[in-house]
């Protein structure tokens, strides 16, 4: 089970810090990753951390703005957004899957049920 928490409502410029709980099975094997979904728009890929902890971005547009981290003891994953900006407006999802991340969301087994982050 993943359970994500964090999300708000920001002004442009403002930050936030989702952090997703996993319960259940340890990140030490398994890579966990966010993505998010705005109204009317596909879900895409923000970012991603493997089981050594190397955290992977989707887009450049992300870099330098998200921070993604992985504390294993706490099973717990951090998605630090600092400038955020009205189109990061989206439901965001954690998910994770055993063994190397995958290229997309059909490769992710497990899912959150999301957090709302709006920017205005």
């Known amino acids: 089970q993943l359970v994500e928490s964090g999300g708000g409502s920001v002004q442009a410029g403002g930050t936030l810090r989702l952090s997703c709980v996993a319960s259940?099975?340890?990140?030490?094997?398994?890579?966990v990753a966010w993505f998010r979904q705005a109204p009317g728009k596909e879900r895409e890929g923000v970012a991603s951390v493997s089981a050594s902890g190397r955290p992977t971005y989707y887009a450049d547009s992300l870099k330098g703005r998200y921070t993604n981290s992985l504390d294993k003891r706490k099973r717990t994953m951090y998605l630090q957004m600092s400038n955020l900006q009205p189109e990061d407006t989206a439901m965001y999802t954690c998910?994770?899957?055993?063994?190397?991340?995958?290229?997309?969301?059909?490769?992710?087994?497990?899912w959150g049920q999301g957090t709302q982050v709006t920017v205005s």
């Open positions: 998910a994770a899957r055993l063994g190397l991340c995958g290229s997309g969301p059909h490769d992710y087994a497990y």
């Open positions: 259940g099975y340890s990140y030490s094997d398994a890579c």
